[in-house]
């Protein structure tokens, strides 16, 4: 299992609820994308932590992963990003994203555990 902590939530990550995406960042995030992102820290290396049929905790709620792209986990691994997007019915997952379900927004806090099994 692999578990990380959101340090920080950027301004603008509520607006991302209709669309169901969530984007990580790690604490290297680009300035230019602070704002979009959920920033999160962990003293753990992730190495190929995303796989078809994993799992994601975010605070309460768990999810299936359904499809992991082709850069998914070396951008996670190199950057800690990540776009998660809690949907299904895309032709093809996008290369630095995940698809999860069920298609339930998660609710963020500062402090709580993001975990990856």
């Known amino acids: 299992m692999y578990q990380t902590k959101i ?3 950027g301004n603008l ?7 169901v995406l969530l984007v990580l960042f790690g604490p290297k995030v680009p300035p230019e994308l602070k704002d ?3 920033i999160h820290e962990s003293n753990k290396e992730p190495k190929d932590i995303f796989t ?3 799992k994601i905790k975010i605070g309460n709620q768990v999810y299936t992963i359904t499809k992991v ?3 998914a986990n070396k951008n996670f691994e190199s ?5 998660i997007y809690f949907r299904e019915g895309e032709n093809e997952v996008l290369p630095g994203a995940i698809n999860v379900t069920p298609q339930v927004f998660p609710e963020l806090q500062v402090g709580n555990t993001i975990d990856i099994y």
């Open 69 to 71: 792209g082709t850069e």
């Open 79 to 83: 950057l800690g990003h990540i776009s």
């Open 7 to 9: 340090t920080e939530i």
């Open 36 to 38: 979009i992102s959920v």
């Open 13 to 19: 990550v509520e607006e991302f609820r209709e669309e």
């Open 52 to 54: 078809q049929n994993g």
